[in-house]
């Protein structure tokens, strides 16, 4: 089996997707899609690539422009 690199994707059939955030001697850290970081023995493990991207990080939204005409509310 391939080494994973930091970055790549991967699916786990326990927790699903995934993105390398390590890769340590034997081990392998991955933080899931749903936020929660585990460590797996790399020899033992039963992680294989993915092919889907990254969810965007939460919290970020579409920026809003506003118009000019808009923008001045002085009474």
Known sequence: MK?????DRIVEPTYGLGSVI??????TRVQFDD???R???????????ADKDAP???????S????K???SRRS
């Open 56 to 62: 965007p990080p939460p919290g970020q939204k579409r």
């Open 39 to 49: 460590k797996f023995l790399t020899r033992a493990s039963k992680l294989a690539p």
């Open 69 to 71: 005409a808009g923008s």
């Open 35 to 37: 936020g929660a970081v």
């Open 3 to 7: 080494p994973f690199a930091p970055g």
């Open 22 to 27: 390590a890769v340590e001697d034997a081990y």
């Open 64 to 67: 809003r422009t506003r118009s």
